[in-house]
Structure formats: structure tokens, C-alpha cells
């Protein structure tokens, strides 16, 4: 589906296919809120696979990633995660360590990037995996997220819009029930995750 095609369904819901009451660049900016939102309470919904060359062993995340979700291979090899503090323990001096990468590694804090350990000799391309989120920026783009979130992001964009209008108690009580909609959707795990919010 595309994004013209999701914001006509939006505008029909809404009761303003025109775009009078609620502009179609509003209802884009709602439906990029609704995309991060989704990815950061179901960051398999934003997997994004890739092949990057490192030199250093440390292997940085891509534009816009929210979370590691996977590391397979280096150099053609699988390698596995090892706590960072059972690492120093084995091998003191690992950071000085050069050969094969066997094992990825990241520090307290390490959101956005991970270790190889041992730190190629050569470079070597690493194939892991990333939550990233999504963004839309013309009505022409397909949606980035599998179809599956598409009700999800629909309640999520409807919930945004009318709580524009915080004076309008029977508007806050709509965005308050697809809120809830879009929060059964997610398995509950919006409320959970505290992004709730109305302008």
C-alpha cells in the first residue's frame, strides 16, 4: 500500500476526505510519528539486513537505527556474542587482540554499535541486522512496514489527529478510544511503553 492511498483512507475516516480540517502534510507527520512509534514497540516491524565493510572492529549502526537486533557473520564466518565483562575477565588486553573475528562484544551504553572481537587483521565484511525506523516523505512512497501494522497505524494516525484539538471533549474521547485501539493492536505494549501523549 501506499502512502496516498493510507491518507485517503485516513481522510474518509475522519469524515474529511477534502483535507479541510486535518491537511494531508499534518496526517504524513502523524503517520511518521505512527511508524517510529510502531518500531520502537516492535522493533522487528523496522529489520533492516545489511553487508558492511569494517577495518576497525567496530562496526557502527545505520542512519536512523533503534536498536541491534542480530549479528551473523564476519568474514564469511557466524560469530557469537560475548559479555563484555566475562571478555576483560578471559582476556585482559582483548581490545589488543588481531586475527579472525569469532565474537561481537558491546559496552554498558553501546546502543549504536558493537565490538568485534578479535579486531580484524584486514578488512571484512559483517552481516548483521538493525531495528530502524522508517520515515515516509512523499505520498508516492510505498509504506515502509510489512501491511500486517497498517490498521495499527491508521488507529495510531486517527488517535494523533483528533487529539489536535485538546478543548474538544468528544474529539479527546475519539483519540482516546483509538489510542486504546491502537494500543490492543500492539499487544499492549504501548502502554507499557509509555509513548502515550496528546498535543
Known amino acids: 500500500m501506499n502512502v496516498q492511498a493510507l491518507i485517503a483512507r485516513i481522510g474518509e475516516e475522519l469524515v474529511d476526505p477534502g483535507h ?108 548483521d541486522a538493525w531495528a530502524v525506523r522508517p520515515e515516509v516523505v512523499a505520498e508516492t512512497d510505498t509504506l515502509p512496514v ?3 501494522y497498517v490498521p495499527a497505524l491508521m488507529e495510531y494516525v486517527l488517535y494523533r489527529a483528533y487529539g489536535k484539538d485538546g478543548q474538544d471533549e468528544a474529539n479527546l474521547d475519539k483519540a482516546r478510544a483509538h489510542w486504546q485501539a491502537f494500543n490492543a493492536l500492539m499487544g499492549g505494549r504501548a502502554e507499557r511503553g509509555g509513548t502515550r501523549h496528546v498535543d
Do not use: C, F, K
Open 20 to 127: 479541510v480540517l486535518w491537511s494531508r502534510p499534518s496526517l504524513m507527520a502523524y503517520l511518521n510519528q505512527a511508524l517510529s512509534v510502531v518500531v520502537q514497540l516492535q522493533p522487528e516491524a523496522g529489520r533492516q539486513e545489511r553487508a558492511v565493510v569494517v577495518t576497525d572492529g567496530r562496526v557502527a549502526a545505520p542512519a536512523n537505527a533503534v536498536v541491534l537486533l542480530s549479528v551473523d557473520r564476519a568474514a564469511d564466518r557466524a560469530v557469537n556474542y560475548i559479555d563484555i565483562t566475562m571478555l576483560s575477565r578471559r582476556v585482559p588486553e582483548w581490545q589488543n587482540h588481531t586475527g579472525a573475528p569469532s565474537a561481537w562484544t558491546q559496552a554498558r551504553g553501546q546502543v549504536l554499535s558493537y565490538t568485534l572481537y578479535p579486531r580484524p587483521a584486514a578488512a571484512v565484511t559483517v552481516q
Open 146 to 148: 510489512n501491511a500486517v
